[in-house]
């Protein structure tokens, strides 16, 4: 009995397809594939008719050329590897007015896209004025050997706030960039913007724009609450096993450092084989753990076990899920556990066993 960390391969792709409905999709495969492994998430990907991806590491950039050799590979992030981006045909952002004049000679023949910083000030050109900058300075470069503008493209920071106006703000402010350099003439073979939440707002990919650019809901976690669960479905499965049921009586502490006071007389606790250790985190920790379909408070984590109070329904080697498309990672997301993003990436692959069904 070890604790497992489970994906059922054809429910990932059907949510994948789902999801996609047949729009033009760039599938974020950033952090191992948010976890559920990059070489799976891609092949899947690919089967569904994706051809296009993108990764904030120019390693698993590479790593995606090898598994996809016909695909567009755009790198979120800048990087100075100029010939390893040529070599694998990566396309790359273009981060600023900066790192474009330090470095104009060495991104021939690379295709950037131009991005456009917008609210969440983490990388990009900061006004249309510097995109037109990089966009006439590139038109009047003689050089034969130059970069390729091939895309425009910016990041919304508050997609999945709801009660600020601030996703409003960002998106007029980029659709504006957008149908301005339009306006002037200019074409850009890719440009992209919204993540999952900003998807799903919107009911569509953006007017002008040839992509969205989609992560969390390609791995089945809602981006925000309102959304009905059954648009997006989970695949993955964290369960671990019942080792044995105790009783504790009225007063005793258990776990460490007082983590739990048993209340009552004849407490039944299950010690399980399942902690932090395996990348449950404290915060979902002070919700349930479901046995037998039914949902019991978990009352203390250690680093390779946890204590649920159980019933007398359960037994020691039933199965405790931590999660699974009835205890869904959004679900915790939307109770205050964290980000769905950051509950998967907690997870321990190398103390869970992993498996693909
Ligand atoms: C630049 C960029 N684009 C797209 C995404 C995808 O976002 P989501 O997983 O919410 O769809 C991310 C994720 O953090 C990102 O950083």
Redesign the pocket.
Known sequence: MTATWSVETAEFKKNAANVVNNNNIMA?VKNNAYHYGLNFAVEQFLQIGINTF?TTSLKEAVRIRKIAPEATIFL?NAVYEFDVLREHQIHMTLPSLQYYYEHVEDLYDIHVHLEFENLLHRSGLKTIDEIKEVLQHHEQNENTLKMHISGLWT?FGYADEFDVPDYDIEKTAWLNVVETLLKDGYQFEMIHAQ???SYYREGCVLPNHTHA?????LYGSR?YGSLDESLIKQSLTVKGNVIQVREVQQGDYCGYSFAYEATENNTKLAVVDVGYGDGILKARAKHEAMINGKRYPIRALMMSHMFVEVDSEVNAQDEVILYNNDMRVDEYTFKGVGAN?EQLSAMNHDSLIKEYR
């Open positions: 974020v993108s979120m990041h993540n999952s939440a650019r989609v992560g969390i809901a981006p993003s």
